[in-house]
């Protein structure tokens, strides 16, 4: 098995704040971490990795110098090879540009580390939530894909996915090689050890930049520069708490609530 997780550096949500007057994310001094649902993924190659463990885990990013902390954060944890794309042509990208961006990278990693069987990518980044470049991912490649994965086990040329949907848990399976986004299981990622850290630490991670993508469509994708403008932002305005209606029985209750909204003009 020759498996590709694609990861994301993203701000740590938790640390953001909004701007009160602007109405925009404050992202200066905010922290840098993996992409949640990306560390899902990784996992779920990582498990399919304990069974077999002749399988290979490569990690691909697109992103500034700084990325290479999300990758060899992904190094310590499980996996084997790590590859960078940067470039100030890529720079501020919209989700249909990273999308064949990465598409493209896959085919040049292929070159390096053979044909990938999966690809496996998080639902969404937590600095987006669009759920976007995987699917996207799927459709530049022409790979069959499979969305809201939760575990996937490998049988002969296929692919098993345990996926969420409305009604609970379905199992699909596609032929490899195929695309897999993986939202929240019902576990965690596993925690690299000190001899993973400290060999993640020491690797040298390639960068493929724009000089390795010759032919790349430039037109195709906007790049330098987005084709996706956004106009505003804006914060949702605080609802209230609400109004309790807490008499001596349920049925004085209802009649003063009618009697509210009859005052009101509802009914």
């Known amino acids: ?28 001094g905010v922290p840098s971490i993996v992409n949640p649902f990306d ?3 990784l996992e779920a190659a990582a498990r399919i990795k304990d069974k077999d463990p002749s399988a290979k885990i490569v990690v691909l990013s697109m ?15 499980a996996a084997d090879k790590a590859y ?41 980044a937590i600095d987006g939530d669009t ?14 894909q499979v969305t809201y994965g939760l575990e996937a086990e490998v049988d002969g040329d296929t692919i098993k996915v345990k996926k969420e949907v ?8 596609a032929k490899m090689p195929a695309v897999v986004t993986f939202t929240k299981p019902a576990w965690d990622p596993r ?30 994708i906007g790049l330098k520069g987005s084709p996706t403008h956004v106009k505003k932002t804006f914060v949702p305005q605080k609802k209230s708490g609400g109004v309790k209606i807490k008499e ?15 005052d009101a003009s509802i009914i």
């Open 1 to 28: 098995m020759n498996m590709l997780v694609c990861v994301k550096q993203v701000p740590d949500t938790t640390e953001i704040k909004i701007d009160p007057v602007k109405n925009t994310l404050i992202r200066e």
């Open 39 to 41: 560390g899902y993924a």
């Open 63 to 77: 992103g500034p110098e700084q990325a290479k902390a999300a990758l060899k954060e992904c190094l310590a944890i």
């Open 84 to 124: 960078l794309v940067s470039g100030r042509a890529f720079g501020g990208s919209d989700t249909l540009a990273t999308s064949y961006i990465i598409s493209e990278a896959v085919k040049k990693v292929e070159e390096i580390e053979g044909k990938f069987d999966v690809i496996f990518c998080g639902k969404q």
């Open 131 to 144: 759920a976007q470049v995987g699917p996207e991912i799927a459709e530049h490649l022409g790979y069959p």
């Open 166 to 173: 409305e009604e609970g848990v379905e199992v699909i399976a």
């Open 191 to 220: 925690y690299p050890t000190i001899k993973r850290k400290m060999a993640a630490n020491r690797a040298e991670i390639p960068v493929l930049g724009e000089d390795a993508f010759p032919d790349i469509d430039t037109t195709r």
């Open 248 to 262: 001596e029985t349920a049925e004085d209750s209802a009649k003063k609530l009618f009697q509210m909204l009859s």
